[in-house]
């Protein structure tokens, strides 16, 4: 019995025994804690940085670098205006010696008879001087030589240097009106037909009074042509000089009254207004030139209206300046591309028909090729050393 009851107890605690096992085997998860996941290797290459409890991790792939912001250009610092006609003198004379030295070669003739006289007046007026100043330089030229007696070729330049000088008249008044009384600015009125260059002209002479030391403002009111507007912003961002402009075919009059008004609240020295390339033979136009001067005077007086007249177009440009002098009163002029294959002449005959002098000289395409007329400079130019 005993050896019975031994086999059953047996027999229980084995079933006990499996089925404990069983319950473990198949008990629910919840509450266990799994074991961590093995650490993961570091990328190839990429830095490792130290975290707590000593293990390493790694670094997310850097960020691509921030663009570096555009600086803007620095301002430039042009030359001041004084001397710069003396500094581009043998540029002048390399493109306009040929009339001084053909005049020259002629009057150091042996004997000069009415044929030469007759080619020293051809030389002239082919140059553009005009047919009144040419009989007047001539008619003094042979009063002097048969007074004198003698011609040595110094005494020929002599005469010569005079009756030029004489023609450009050296006592005409070119001071460009920048200084003006009261708290107001200057005001410079650009005008001109297309192709003259007067919006690089109008770039160079900011240029030049920033290089005196005047603070400026442009007018970009040639609203026509989208391009005008970014070549004067160029020229103003290169020397710090605001420039005011408008819609692309908007109201030139009215970009002309914001820039004076501009102006007037910068307390800038200056305000040059370049006008749209006009063709005089556009009534319309012209009266819009008109209108642009009328509203400005609104704000501040005109100081200055500069004529640009390309200096290779002769005697065509004299007629362009003869109608622009009946709409606005030109007070002077300024005179492009002398250095090219410009005759030099036109520099008198344009004074004698406007009765205004030539004030500014284009030299050259560098942005400081533009210089204060000086005619004793000119004239030397003209007959070489």
């Given at each position: 019995m005993d050896g019975y009851l031994g086999i059953v107890l047996i027999v229980v605690l084995a079933a006990l025994l499996?089925?404990?096992?069983?319950?473990?085997?198949?008990?629910?998860?919840?509450?266990?804690?799994?074991?961590?996941?093995?650490?993961a290797e570091p990328l190839a290459g990429a830095p490792e940085e130290e975290q707590e409890g000593g293990g390493?991790?790694?670094l997310a792939p850097p960020a691509a670098p921030v663009e570096e912001l555009v600086k803007p250009p620095e301002l430039?610092?042009?030359?001041?205006?004084?001397?710069?006609?003396?500094?581009?003198?043998?540029?002048?004379?390399?493109?306009?010696?040929?009339?001084?030295r053909g005049l020259l070669d002629l009057l150091s003739r042996d004997r000069l008879d009415d044929e030469v006289w007759d080619e020293v007046?051809?030389?002239?007026?082919?140059?553009?001087?005009?047919?009144?100043?040419?009989?007047?330089?001539?008619?003094?030229?042979?009063?002097?030589?048969?007074?004198?007696?003698?011609?040595?070729p110094d005494e020929m330049r002599g005469l010569l240097k005079e009756q030029l000088l004489a023609q450009i008249n050296p006592g005409l008044d070119r001071t460009l009106h920048t200084d003006v009384p009261g708290d107001r600015p200057a005001v410079l009125l650009i005008v001109g037909v297309n192709g003259t260059g007067k919006t690089t002209t109008t770039g160079k002479l900011a240029r030049?009074?920033?290089?005196?030391?005047?603070?400026?403002?442009?007018?970009?009111?040639?609203?026509?042509?989208?391009?005008?507007?970014?070549?004067?912003?160029?020229?103003?961002d290169?020397?710090?000089?605001?420039?005011?402009?408008?819609?692309?075919?908007?109201?030139?009059?009215?970009?002309?009254?914001?820039?004076?008004?501009?102006?007037?609240?910068e307390k800038a020295d200056v305000v040059i207004v370049d006008t749209a390339g006009r063709l005089h033979t556009k009534t319309g136009l012209m009266d819009e030139l008109g209108k642009v001067k009328r509203v400005i005077e609104k704000r501040a007086q005109v100081d200055?209206?500069?004529?640009?007249?390309?200096?290779?177009?002769g005697?065509?440009?004299?007629?362009?300046?003869?109608?622009?002098?009946?709409?606005?009163?030109?007070?002077?002029?300024?005179?492009?591309?002398?250095?090219?294959?410009?005759?030099?002449?036109?520099?008198?005959?344009?004074?004698?028909?406007?009765?205004?002098?030539?004030?500014?000289?284009?030299l050259g395409e560098g942005p400081d090729d533009l210089a204060p007329f000086d005619a004793d400079v000119f004239v030397d130019a003209l007959l070489g050393d």
């Open positions: 499996a089925s404990g096992g069983l319950f473990l085997l198949f008990r629910p998860t919840k509450g266990r804690q799994l074991p961590p996941p093995p650490p390493v991790a790694t430039e610092v042009p030359p001041p205006s004084a001397g710069r006609m003396v500094r581009l003198r043998a540029r002048l004379a390399r493109s306009q010696t040929t009339l001084g007046e051809e030389k002239l007026i082919t140059a553009d001087v005009g047919v009144g100043p040419t009989r007047a330089i001539v008619e003094e030229l042979r009063t002097k030589v048969k007074v004198l007696g003698t011609r040595t030049s009074l920033v290089g005196d030391g005047k603070s400026v403002v442009l007018g970009a009111a040639d609203t026509f042509r989208a391009a005008a507007a970014d070549q004067l912003q160029t020229w103003g290169r020397v710090g000089a605001t420039v005011v402009r408008g819609p692309e075919g908007g109201d030139p009059a009215s970009v002309a009254f914001d820039a004076v008004a501009k102006g007037l609240t200055e209206v500069l004529l640009v007249l390309d200096a290779t177009t005697q065509n440009g004299m007629r362009q300046a003869q109608v622009f002098a009946e709409v606005v009163n030109i007070t002077g002029i300024a005179l492009t591309k002398l250095d090219g294959t410009a005759k030099g002449g036109i520099v008198i005959s344009v004074q004698r028909e406007l009765g205004v002098p030539v004030k500014l000289a284009g």
